[in-house]
């Protein structure tokens, strides 16, 4: 297991790694062996589950703190091994409670096996709110309550069931963890596929659609609406430093759509013929607010003056559940500069042999860029479209409040 996690952390931290997606996926992956190889106590199950999903979070988090998705996808992990846990708390509640109503219901049963007292079911139901193991629900029967001991044999043979329901609880846990990080997985992998299905609805005939940056899920979506007999034109900026456009506009071509190329600098001058703003997100944060591509935020300037609705594609595994301010998020990394400059051309004004010890030129290139969400019209995920001021209670449906905090705090 630390193998694999080690492996991944290095991926990570040499940014092998491409695309939110693929990080996404590969995170998930990852944690899904960790879960199967970890071996749990009889007691506290899922907090010891949490803990070591945690600590592998963590270093996770510190390898690569500029690709959210990473810790996206650790807290989402979290929340499932949360909702299980509890899930399988309520339920044993439920069985607890109809063996109780089992045994008044026939005296000779309850002679042998005495019910549960009301008291002992009512406090594994309030307990379900901060979700303990089965175990604890099971301390909680009164000893009074408990069969009697006939022989020594009865008593083996009593110990015995108890460790096989602690082994059967334990891989039960696991088990649908597993099953709900499965469906995590292939949730990422068809994103793509269920923001297209709902281009139909946005992109219209003769309309032209503006876009910036190279992202599949902007390519995906805007070529479903082509294979649905959409007839409109796509304007693209190129992106510069990197030029990612240049790749888009080359896959549309090859697909089949009218492309059109600009500079990025003539994003403003052309916005009065765009119809709708089509862009990628790299995260979208808590209060609405999106890290995408640098020059995004003047895309988005330009499309609010001219009354251009900006609408982002972004998968769930894109919401962060972090605001911008948190300590925790780092916005933005510097890429080289030699994207920017030609050193052996700019040899001279880059000099250390000044009498200060310092260049005269100094190089900024920052990745991305952050939109704030007054600027965007419409969030587009793979479960439908959505209001910026709806992001928190969406982000509310797939994270705890308790793993927005991945980091575990030190006891000293």
């Known amino acids: ?104 219901e026939d005296d000779f049963k309850q002679d042998d096996h005495p ?43 009593e110990g015995k069931s108890k460790s096989a329901d602690k ?64 007839s409109f034109r796509v304007f693209v900026a190129e992106g510069a430093p990197r030029y990612q456009g240049h790749a888009l506009a080359k896959e549309l071509v090859a697909r089949g759509l009218q492309t059109t190329v600009i500079t990025d600098s ?25 890290i995408a591509p640098v020059g995004m935020n003047m895309v988005a300037l330009a499309a609010q003056r001219h009354a251009v609705p900006f609408v982002v594609l972004a998968g769930t595994h894109k919401l962060c559940p972090l605001y911008p301010h948190n300590p925790e998020v780092l916005l933005n990394e510097l890429k080289s500069p030699a994207e920017l400059l030609d050193f052996g051309e700019f040899s001279d004004c880059l000099d250390f042999g000044t009498s200060s010890g310092s260049p005269l030129l100094h190089v900024v290139n920052p990745a991305f860029d952050y939109v704030p969400p007054n600027l965007v019209s419409l969030f587009i995920t793979d479960t439908g479209g959505h209001n910026p001021s709806y992001m928190y209670r969406l982000i509310a449906d797939y994270y705890s409040a308790d793993d927005f905090v991945v980091k575990q705090s030190s006891i000293s």
């Open 167 to 230: 082994n059967t609880a334990s891989r039960k846990l696991k088990h649908n963890v597993i099953e709900a990080v499965n469906e995590l997985i292939q949730d990422i992998a068809t994103c793509h596929e269920q923001i297209a299905e709902q281009a139909v609805e946005h992109i219209h005939h003769n309309e032209v659609i503006l876009t910036l940056g190279n992202s599949r899920t902007v390519m995906e979506f805007l070529c479903a609406a082509k294979e649905k007999k959409r």
């Open 1 to 104: 297991m630390n193998a694999l996690v080690n492996e991944f952390i290095i991926k990570l931290k040499k940014r092998k790694i491409e695309g939110s997606k693929a990080t996404a996926k590969l995170t998930a992956e990852v944690l899904r062996s960790c879960i199967s190889q970890q071996r749990l106590p009889h007691t506290n199950q899922a907090a010891a589950l949490i803990d070591a999903i945690r600590t592998i979070g963590e270093k996770l988090i510190a390898a690569n703190p500029v690709e959210l998705a990473v810790g996206n996808i650790v807290r989402r992990v979290l929340h499932i091994i949360r909702e299980e846990d509890v899930s399988l708390t309520a339920a044993a509640v439920g069985g607890l409670a109809v063996s109780a109503g089992s045994d008044d």
């Open 266 to 290: 003539a994003i403003f001058a052309m916005i009065s013929r765009v119809n709708m703003v089509v862009v990628g997100a790299h995260a979208v944060m808590a209060n609405g607010g999106v």
């Open 115 to 157: 019910g549960l007292s009301a008291a002992a079911v009512a406090a594994a139901a309030r307990s379900t709110l901060r979700p303990p193991s089965l175990q604890t629900l099971l301390e909680d029967i009164p000893q009074s309550t408990a069969a009697p001991h006939t022989s020594s044999s009865g008593g083996d043979s």
